[in-house]
Every structure is written in structure tokens, then in C-alpha cells.
């Protein structure tokens, strides 16, 4: 399917998934010579994909050629979690609305997916399976608006939720602060609000699952792992 399209929107979709999975620390320089030969694609399409992420906020330019993948401060951290909260608040009441039997199931075999990525210590593993619970609901809302803003907003948050999750311990991955990434199950709290289409408690799963992400990242920049993160 990818050889159907562009370049551009190749080179594009993989340097946003290796930002969005955490394949670029926060403090990492990106070079397009250094991305032409790891994607094996030429400079102009790689030259737009950088631009197009720099407009994103997800890239930042610093001058003298050099790009680098954004650190996050607390105030754009706090700020990035409540536009999350707002955007996917109201992607999820939306989803509900066309809600199915079949995209419950789905939800539930990528919960299934994540729970088993926690379990041995897979951490892209956890980050595209939680990406993907996310977004299989969000998609069902039918806003492109909304799921754009909140596609965004992920990208610029990615790199710094790889730092937290800091690989495999001996009960799995691990958080910052060195406990394990079975924290508060709201992916559960989720699947069990949409199956009794409650719209009040859905909202208060997604909320609390993004706050919870903003928890770990804040506890990173306290301890001091971002610095050590390129």
C-alpha cells in the first residue's frame, strides 16, 4: 500500500511514528542526511516531512540547520494534557453515539494486546497498543476535525512517554519513579463505559487515563531523565 504513495507522505508517516513511539528522545537532533539514510528515501520528501512536523510542533527549529526533537517543560506538559482532556472528552461521547457491538470486541483484543506488552516488558509494544485503543475509539466519533487535533497532540507527547516507560524490570516495564506500569486500569473503567453506554464515566476513564500520563511525564522531568534522554 505504501508504494502507492507519495514519498513525501511516506517519509512523513514513518518519522511521525518514530516520534509518536518514542524512537527520538527529547533533546535528539534530526538531520535529514541522517533520515534519507535510515528511510532509504530521498532529501526532498524527508526536507517536507521535517517541515510538515515542525508546523506540528512535534519538530523544533534552532537555528545554524540544526532540528531537534522538543523537551517538554511543566507548562506545556500541563497544557498539552488539558487540550488532550478536552479533544478526546468529546471525541469519546461522540464515538459512543455510534457505538457497536464490533468495535467493542476490537477495543477489548487491543486492551488484550497491551495488557500482554505490560506483562513482558515490551515498551513500543505498550505505546502502540495504547495508541491504537485510543485511536480505534476515536476514529468511531467520524470528526476528522477533532481526530486530527488529537493525532497532533499525541505527537508532541510520544517521545517523552518512551523516557518514562523505562523498559523491563522484574514485574514488566517500568515507570519513572521504578513501579511497574500496572497502575490504574482505564482502559477497563473505558471498555465497561461503553458497553453501558455511559457517556458520564467514559469521559472520567479517558480523562483520568491521559492525567495519569501526564503524572509519569511530570515525574520524569523531577527526576531528571530528560536531560539524559538524547
Known amino acids: 500500500m505504501t508504494e502507492r504513495l507519495p514519498a513525501h507522505q511516506i517519509a512523513y508517516a514513518r518519522l511521525r511514528d518514530m516520534l509518536l513511539f518514542g524512537e527520538l528522545a527529547p533533546?535528539?537532533?534530526?538531520?535529514?542526511?541522517?533520515?534519507?539514510?535510515?528511510?532509504?528515501?530521498?532529501?526532498?520528501?524527508?526536507?517536507?516531512?521535517?517541515?510538515?512536523?515542525?508546523?506540528?510542533g512535534a519538530l523544533e527549529w534552532q537555528g545554524n540547520r540544526r532540528v531537534v526533537v522538543p523537551r517538554l517543560g511543566l507548562q506545556a506538559l500541563e497544557?498539552?494534557?488539558?487540550?488532550?482532556?478536552?479533544?478526546?472528552?468529546?471525541?469519546?461521547r461522540l464515538a459512543l453515539a455510534r457505538m457497536t457491538p464490533e468495535v467493542i470486541a476490537e477495543l477489548r483484543g487491543v486492551d488484550v494486546r497491551l495488557d500482554a506488552a505490560i506483562a513482558r516488558g515490551d515498551v513500543p509494544g505498550y505505546l502502540r497498543a495504547n495508541h491504537a485503543f485510543h485511536f480505534t475509539l476515536y476514529e468511531r466519533a467520524g470528526s476528522e476535525v477533532l481526530e486530527s487535533m488529537a493525532k497532533s497532540l499525541w505527537l508532541r507527547l510520544g517521545p517523552s512517554l518512551r523516557v518514562v516507560c523505562q523498559g523491563p524490570g522484574e514485574g514488566g516495564a517500568l515507570r519513572a519513579d521504578g513501579h511497574g506500569l500496572h497502575q490504574p486500569d482505564h482502559h477497563k473503567a473505558t471498555l465497561s463505559a461503553l458497553k453501558r453506554g455511559d457517556a458520564e464515566a467514559l469521559e472520567a476513564a479517558l480523562e483520568g487515563d491521559i492525567a495519569q500520563g501526564v503524572a509519569n511525564i511530570r515525574a520524569g522531568l523531577d527526576a531528571g531523565l530528560f536531560e539524559a534522554a538524547e
Open 79 to 92: 497544557d498539552l494534557g488539558f487540550a488532550r482532556a478536552a479533544i478526546e472528552g468529546r471525541l469519546g
Open 27 to 56: 533533546g535528539s537532533a534530526v538531520t535529514i542526511e541522517g533520515l534519507v539514510a535510515r528511510l532509504g528515501l530521498g532529501m526532498t520528501p524527508v526536507r517536507e516531512a521535517i517541515r510538515r512536523l515542525i508546523a506540528e
